[in-house]
Structure formats: structure tokens, C-alpha cells
């Protein structure tokens, strides 16, 4: 089969099929030269490209789709006009509005899509010095002192002793049942946890280190990264989280002998769907029927999809090194969020921050441009 490098494709969305007829729809151009000219020059294992197969290897191969997908980008830097550089608590989305959490503990409010600054809102939420920030249902929740708040209907912040398993770190996913989070001890190891909002019990396995849970079916999928070494990837399905081995909730966030708790899982209830080495997945997202990852594979960050042990690169993205080391995808009614940390420039902090809705992504950095 004959490929080009320079593909023309119809325009898609992420999340839905926009219903337009052939004829409505433009051509748009999605471009693969200076990825595969990347790979050709940084060639590891002096691999024989020979498109559209880019690479095969005893685990996995990696190709350039037939089916290429159109992503209108969007890069954008965003300063902090308080005191740190970067977010104490990952940023999230309320009312269309991104929400970012900085010391000394005020609120910064993005619209979005326009990433306009809406100090209105901001008046209304910084009326104390917050620590951290969460969306637990429809509700926007912080913490102060030792006090949880509650954002009420008319903007204000009411004391609420709402059950909140987070402490101090990223929510993963929630659903009617389940707030589910993560702890990441490198390679010693990762644990994911489901706590049941029903019975307030709290289930783990191993999951090294997870990013993105995705509900299909009933079914949970948990995809996991870590960076230690060349790299690897897991993607697991739990079809039942209350099958797997339970944990006292006192317990949660903490190494046992010297490892991840996750290890200790005993169940045998979560079943392995892929598990890669020499690559890391950030993140997934749903496109229509089919699921896209973000990889990330010797040196350059795309977005693919993962069928078997075949890796399909459906768009090059910004052809640089986006990387991370503990991120967090959180999936909205109409849009995905991606919050991105890196160690060598802010800890565990956030730095970058990914917002994918339709066909485009905004890439937003924190202060200054990363990972160029």
C-alpha cells in the first residue's frame, strides 16, 4: 500500500460526528514529515522505515495510520499573577471555566474557550487563602485550614463536612459510585483506588502510574504510565472495582514493605489488555466509536490509537517532546482536560495543561514554554 507523507483528510471531532454531509466538509492537510524525519534521524535501533510501518519490535509496532485525524492547535502561555509559577493543586474545569489554584492560596479563572482572565469569578472565590481544589460531583470544593468549603448556588462558600477520600492530591475519575484516585511511588510501584461513595470502602490494585480511567460498558479501564528506565505502558479493565481486595482507607497512599500497596492486591479481578515497554501513554480520550492516546515514544509526544499490539499514529501534534511524568486526564461533558507535571521544572506540580474540545487542543503553559 502507497503512502504519502502529506495526507489530506475531512475534519473530525473528538467526541462526536459532526453530521456534516462530504460536501460541507473542507479538506484539511495533516502533515507527518518532520515526525517521521525525527525518527529517521534519532533511528535507536536502526530500524528499516518503511512507511507506513515506522517501527516493529517483539512487543508492539508502530505505523502511520491510513486514517489520519486533523487537530486545530492552539499554544498559549498563561501568567501567574500571584506569587508561585505554578499551581499547588492540579487546575480543573467549573462552568466553563478553567480554574487554577496558586499561592499564597487565590484562585485564577480562565474563560474557555477564549482563555479570557474572568476576575469576576475570581472576586467571588477568593475570599479566603485556599490549599487545594476538587470537583466532586457538580460541586466545586476547597480546602482551608482545616475546613472544607463548598461553593454554593450563589457563589459563596459555605462549611460542608462532605466525604472527600482525596488528601491533598488529584481526583482520577468519579462516577455514581465510585471516587477513584492514585498514588505513584516510581518504580517501586503504583496503586489505584476505588472508593465506594455508597459504603465509604476502599478497593485497590496495582497500577503503575495510572492517568486516565475510561467507563465503557460498566467497565472501568484503567491507563497507566511510568517513565523509570525506556519507559512503559498498562492498560487494565475492572469490571467490578467491589471484587477487588479491599483496604483500610487509613492505609491508602502509603508503601507496604517497601512497595507500592498495589502489589498486594490478591484478587486476580483486574485483567491486563495491553502492557508495553519502550513507550508511555499520557493519556487517553474517546473519538467517536474508538479511543486515541496521547504516547509518547522515543523523544516525541503524537496521538494515536492502539488496536492489539498495533500503534496507529493518527496526528504528529506540536512534533516536540510534550512530556510528563504523573499526569491526569479528566474527561467533561464536552471537553478533556489534561493536567501535565514535569519534575525537572516544578516538582509535582502542574505545569502545562492540555484542553481538547471538537477538533482542537490548546496547549497551555504555565509562566513560560516547556518541553520544547
Same mark, same amino acid.
Given at each position: 500500500?502507497k503512502?504519502s507523507?502529506?495526507?489530506t483528510?475531512f475534519i473530525?471531532?473528538?467526541?462526536c460526528?459532526c453530521?456534516?454531509s462530504?460536501?460541507?466538509?473542507?479538506?484539511?492537510?495533516?502533515?507527518?514529515?518532520?515526525?517521521?524525519n525525527?525518527f529517521?534521524?534519532?533511528?535507536?535501533?536502526?530500524? $528499516?522505515? /518503511?512507511?507506513p510501518?515506522?517501527y516493529?519490535?517483539? *512487543?508492539y509496532?508502530v505505523?502511520l !495510520? @491510513? &486514517?489520519?485525524i486533523? =487537530?486545530?492547535?492552539i499554544?498559549?502561555?498563561?501568567?501567574?499573577?500571584f506569587?508561585?509559577?505554578?499551581p499547588?493543586?492540579?487546575?480543573?474545569?467549573?462552568?466553563?471555566?478553567?480554574i487554577?489554584?496558586?499561592e499564597?492560596?487565590?484562585?485564577?479563572?480562565y474563560k474557555?474557550?477564549?482563555?479570557?482572565r474572568?476576575s469576576?469569578?475570581e472576586?467571588?472565590?477568593? $475570599?479566603? /487563602?485556599f490549599?487545594y481544589?476538587?470537583l466532586?460531583? *457538580?460541586?466545586?470544593?476547597?480546602? !482551608? @485550614? &482545616?475546613q472544607?468549603? =463548598?461553593?454554593?448556588?450563589?457563589f459563596?462558600?459555605?462549611?460542608?463536612?462532605?466525604i472527600n477520600?482525596l488528601?491533598n492530591?488529584?481526583?482520577?475519575?468519579?462516577?455514581?459510585?465510585?471516587?477513584?484516585?492514585?498514588?505513584?511511588?516510581?518504580?517501586w510501584?503504583?496503586?489505584?483506588?476505588?472508593?465506594?461513595k455508597n459504603?465509604?470502602?476502599?478497593?485497590?490494585?496495582e497500577?503503575?502510574?495510572?492517568n486516565?480511567?475510561?467507563?465503557r460498558?460498566?467497565?472501568?479501564?484503567?491507563?497507566?504510565?511510568?517513565?523509570?528506565m525506556?519507559?512503559?505502558?498498562?492498560l487494565?479493565?475492572?469490571e467490578?472495582?467491589d471484587?477487588l481486595?479491599?483496604?483500610?482507607?487509613?492505609?491508602?497512599?502509603?508503601?507496604?514493605?517497601?512497595q507500592?500497596?498495589?502489589?498486594?492486591?490478591?484478587?486476580k479481578?483486574?485483567k491486563?489488555?495491553?502492557?508495553?515497554?519502550?513507550?508511555?501513554?499520557?493519556?487517553?480520550?474517546?473519538?467517536?466509536d474508538?479511543?486515541?492516546?496521547l504516547?509518547?515514544w522515543?523523544?516525541?509526544?503524537?496521538?494515536?490509537?492502539?488496536?492489539?499490539?498495533t500503534?496507529?499514529?493518527v496526528?504528529?501534534l506540536?512534533?516536540d517532546?510534550l512530556?510528563t511524568h504523573?499526569?491526569?486526564t479528566?474527561?467533561?461533558d464536552?471537553?478533556?482536560?489534561?493536567?501535565?507535571?514535569?519534575?525537572?521544572?516544578?516538582?509535582?506540580?502542574?505545569?502545562?495543561?492540555?484542553i481538547?474540545?471538537?477538533?482542537?487542543l490548546?496547549?497551555?503553559?504555565w509562566?513560560e514554554k516547556h518541553?520544547?
Open positions: 500500500m503512502t507523507l502529506l495526507l483528510i473530525s471531532t473528538f467526541f460526528s453530521g456534516q462530504k460536501s460541507d466538509t473542507p479538506n484539511i492537510i495533516v502533515n507527518f514529515d518532520t515526525l517521521i525525527r529517521k534521524e534519532y533511528n535507536y535501533e536502526n530500524d $528499516t522505515i /518503511k512507511l510501518l515506522i516493529k519490535g517483539d *512487543n509496532k505505523i !495510520s @491510513d &486514517n489520519p486533523f =487537530v486545530n492547535l499554544d498559549t502561555v498563561l501568567k501567574n499573577p506569587g508561585n509559577k505554578y499547588v493543586a492540579y487546575s480543573l474545569i467549573f462552568q466553563d471555566n478553567l487554577a489554584l496558586f499564597p492560596g487565590n484562585f485564577v479563572c474557555i474557550p477564549s482563555l479570557e474572568n469576576d469569578l472576586r467571588k472565590l477568593n $475570599t479566603r /487563602k490549599k481544589q476538587w466532586l460531583g *457538580n460541586n466545586l470544593i476547597a480546602q !482551608s @485550614d &482545616n472544607t468549603y =463548598v461553593l454554593d448556588a450563589d459563596k462558600w459555605e462549611a460542608s463536612n462532605i477520600p488528601k492530591q488529584p481526583k482520577l475519575f468519579e462516577d455514581d459510585k465510585y471516587i477513584i484516585f492514585f498514588d505513584c511511588h516510581g518504580e510501584g503504583g496503586t489505584v483506588y476505588f472508593f465506594n459504603t465509604q470502602k476502599t478497593y485497590f490494585t497500577a503503575t502510574c495510572a486516565t480511567i475510561t467507563k460498558d460498566g467497565k472501568y479501564f484503567v491507563l497507566s504510565k511510568l517513565g523509570h525506556s519507559g512503559s505502558s498498562e487494565k479493565v475492572i467490578n472495582p471484587n481486595t479491599i483496604v483500610d482507607f487509613n492505609k491508602t497512599n502509603k508503601t507496604f514493605q517497601g507500592a500497596l498495589g502489589y498486594s492486591d490478591t484478587s479481578h483486574a491486563v489488555i495491553f502492557d508495553f515497554y519502550d513507550l508511555q501513554t499520557f493519556s487517553s480520550i474517546p473519538f467517536a474508538k479511543t486515541l492516546y504516547v509518547n522515543r523523544q516525541r509526544t503524537f496521538l494515536a490509537e492502539i488496536i492489539d499490539s500503534i496507529s499514529i496526528n504528529p506540536f512534533n517532546d512530556y504523573r499526569p491526569v479528566t474527561l467533561y464536552k471537553r478533556a482536560l489534561m493536567n501535565l507535571d514535569f519534575y525537572g521544572i516544578a516538582g509535582e506540580r502542574e505545569v502545562t495543561s492540555l481538547v474540545e471538537g477538533n482542537k490548546i496547549r497551555i503553559d509562566n518541553n520544547r
